[in-house]
């Protein structure tokens, strides 16, 4: 694994970096790196361990093919010295970590040494012994997989060569027999580099992979954190093995109270009703929502006990080698809510199609009834008909404004709008219309800078105001008008409280539909207020008071 060369290999389309060096060096703490230049350490300590072994083995096979064989004491020595240094070797290999390469290079010139020694003083066959170093070879061109490693196979050549022509005085039989064991040398080198260069390849490429997948995890674990529908998986026993913040929101009011094993059918158990009949049929005979009560922690120890309606849907899992369940729990009132905004929107484009198509003949008719009531000044009964077709072709002129407003909802411009003088302007522009001269009243207070279409806040304001003074008593300060802010939101309020009966409950919980009436108005004022305070990211609310209506417009502060 020394590679004093950085090369670069394309695998499966992707460039891959290899290790310069790798076991030249320690890694480095914090790198990106160091896990797996660990594994690589690691592997090439077992691998010298090994070759270790086998130089233990190889000197213990030696000593005892010499028993009786009459050899000089020295091989005797030598073969004792060496096994020694095959021992130690096994326990000091960590202490040479940084220096891998040169630790080889002296084990290379130690092994020829010793066969070089064992040879001469033995006078035996050059070939016998000269072949214990060919899958020494093969490893050094395992770790280097670089001309290294053929440089130490032409030493060992070159080693042997000298030791032959030494020995036997250039005998073309011995020099045949030595260039063959080269041969061997230089061709098992080559082969470890190959089986090194693939194993390293394979090693990128099983690190890339396993990055992928940790990365491809956290991906999956944040998109599934961000849903907003909830995903909970569920054991073969029940037990509740991974739930979303928005499953956990929902089956427990609190997003951080599902701390340990806990079972489906404890926290939830029409849910787990539901699930065991999944798990044991294998199908879900019962497709209907399922009701879920919980308390919301939001709310402190006095929680509120709410309910929620999900739309389960189960698929069966496998969780090592064990049967899961993936449920996918779906807000069945968020989609009825989102379809119902889908038609309304569409509802909204058709009667401004139809509003604009209106309007010209509503003119002519306006226009036409006016010439009629002026001929018949002096026949009651047919100016009594002229002036009703009159006064109704005002309220249907007015529906059709408002229609035409909603098409235009979203094509406002928010501007820096000083709230209460705006109010102020409004309301004075707005009490000879309605004959109300003293009827309004606007509190004192801070001034309060939104972020709002003008267009869409005077039309908002209108609306708001005449409807509480069509309700009220209409009388001197019949009408309050409110405006404050709130710095931790990040909104402004606008509350319109008049004198009034007040909204009946069984109308409250519709007061701001479409076409919905109870004075014979339009139908339209405040859904159109609603409408247009969502277009300008605010909202309409109807508030609580003892006496009256209160209304109250909130509207986001204007960033200073």
């Known amino acids: 694994m020394v590679n004093t060369q950085t090369r ?14 790798m076991l030249g060096r320690p890694p480095a703490p914090n790198s990106p790196e160091n896990e797996s230049i660990a594994a690589k350490i690691e592997t090439t300590i077992r691998v010298l361990r090994l070759l270790a072994l086998y130089r233990l083995v190889v000197a213990a096979a030696l000593a005892l093919l010499s028993i009786g064989s009459g050899f000089d004491s020295i091989v005797y020595a030598a073969t004792f010295a060496y096994a020694c240094w095959a021992v130690v070797s096994l326990f000091t290999f960590r202490k040479f970590q940084g220096r891998i390469s040169s630790l080889l290079l002296v084990q290379l010139a130690i092994d020829l040494c010793f066969i070089g020694t064992v040879i001469a003083a033995s006078r035996t066959s050059l070939t016998v012994y000269a072949a214990y170093l060919l899958p020494i070879a093969a490893t050094h061109g395992w770790f280097y997989r670089s001309r290294t490693a053929l440089a130490h196979a032409a030493i060992a050549t070159l080693a042997l060569l000298v030791l032959e022509w030494a020995l036997h005085g250039g005998s073309t039989t011995a020099l045949t027999q030595a260039a063959v064991v080269s041969a061997g040398y230089f061709l098992l080198t080559a082969v470890g580099m190959l089986l090194g260069s693939s194993a390293e390849e394979s090693e990128q490429l099983a690190l890339i992979r396993s990055e992928d997948v940790r990365r491809m995890a956290q991906i999956n674990q944040l998109v599934i954190s961000e849903l907003k529908d909830g995903v909970v998986v569920v054991g073969a026993q029940g037990q509740i093995i991974m739930a979303n913040p928005q499953a956990r929101r929902w089956l427990t009011g609190d997003e951080a109270a599902m701390v340990g094993e806990q079972f489906l059918e404890d926290v939830a158990p029409n849910l787990g009703a539901r699930w065991r009949s999944f798990f044991q049929h294998g199908s879900t005979i019962d497709t209907s929502p399922v009701r879920l009560l919980h308390n919301d922690a939001a709310e402190g120890e006095t929680g509120i006990a709410k309910t929620k309606i999900l739309t389960p849907r189960m698929t069966p899992i496998d969780l090592q080698e064990r049967d899961g369940t993936l449920i996918f729990l779906e807000d069945t009132d968020a989609a009825q809510a989102e379809a119902q905004q889908i038609k309304l929107a569409a509802l909204g484009r058709l009667s401004a199609s139809i509003a604009h198509e209106i309007r010209n003949p509503l003119s002519a008719i306006k226009q036409a009834a006016q010439l009629v009531g002026e001929e018949v000044r002096d026949l009651p009964q047919l ?25 235009r909802r979203d094509r406002g411009t928010p501007v820096a709008v000083e709230l209460r003088a705006f109010v102020h302007e409004c309301v004075e522009e707005l009490m000879p219309t309605l004959a109300a001269a003293h009827g309004f009243q606007l509190a004192d207070g801070e001034r309060v800078i939104v972020l709002v279409d003008t267009g869409h806040l005077e039309e908002m304001l209108i609306n708001l105001l005449s409807n509480g003074w069509r309700h009220s008593k209409k009388l001197t300060a019949s009408v309050r008008i409110v405006v404050s802010s709130n710095a931790e939101t990040q ?10 009966t007040g909204v009946p409950k069984a109308m409250r919980d519709k007061i701001f539909e479409p076409f919905f009436s109870g004075s014979g108005s339009t139908g339209l004022g405040l859904y159109l207020v609603s409408e247009l305070a969502q277009a300008n990211g605010g909202s309409v609310r109807l508030g609580q008071t003892v006496t009256g209506a209160r209304f109250v417009l909130e509207l986001p502060l204007a960033m200073r």
């Open 8 to 21: 670069q290999q394309t695998l499966s389309g992707r460039t891959i970096p290899k290790q310069s060096n």
């Open 491 to 500: 909104r402004a309020s606008i509350a319109v409280i008049d004198d009034g």
């Open 383 to 407: 100016a009594a008909l002229a002036l009703m077709i009159d006064k109704n072709t005002e309220r249907i002129d007015r529906i059709v404004r408002d229609v035409s407003l909603l098409g």
